[in-house]
């Protein structure tokens, strides 16, 4: 008996004791480019390679570093489409927060609320976990910060 049969339910483990989508996300975030991110006590710089697929893809259309707010930025390893929908929701949440309060979103909030999507969309039906891992970077009363939020 493989795990194939279980690889459509997001919280059965297999006879293995595999999350089998989970196992999938991690291996997508595996096989992407290095990202790293490095928080000093005056900053934070994220970085990361940018390898295209073909000769063919022009390198201006891929987009691996996003700003989300003037002040906090992201960078990815793992999926790029799934990169840029956590991207869209996560400028929506911070100009939600704008809207309501009159001021950016702090970095701690702008990450749980990120972080909230992607368990959401581990947790779910008819909807697959996110294979991409992320570090959002930012600068706010707190001084620099960096986080990592990973698809496990």
Do not use: W
């Not at 096989?31 to 295209?52: P, R």
């Not at 960078?75 to 990169?83: A, R, T």
């Not at 970077?137 to 496990?152: I, R």
């Amino acid at each position: 008996m493989g795990d194939s049969q279980y690889s459509f339910s997001l919280t059965t483990f297999s006879p293995s004791g595999k999350l089998v989508q989970i196992e999938h996300a991690l291996t997508a975030v595996g096989s992407g480019q290095t990202s790293l991110g490095i928080k000093a006590a005056n900053g934070v710089v994220i970085a990361t390679e940018k390898k295209l697929p073909s000769i063919l893809v022009d390198e201006t259309s891929v987009q691996k570093i996003q700003s989300l707010t003037p002040n906090i930025g992201v960078v990815y390893s793992g999926m790029g489409p799934d990169f840029r929908v956590l991207v869209r929701k996560s400028r929506k949440q911070a100009q939600q927060y704008y809207r309501l309060y009159k001021e950016t979103i702090p970095v701690t909030q702008l990450v749980r609320e990120t972080a909230a999507v992607m368990q959401e969309f581990t947790q779910s039906g008819g909807v697959r976990p996110f294979g991409v891992s992320l570090l959002i970077a930012g600068y706010d009363d707190n001084g620099p910060q960096l986080y990592q939020l990973g698809c496990s």
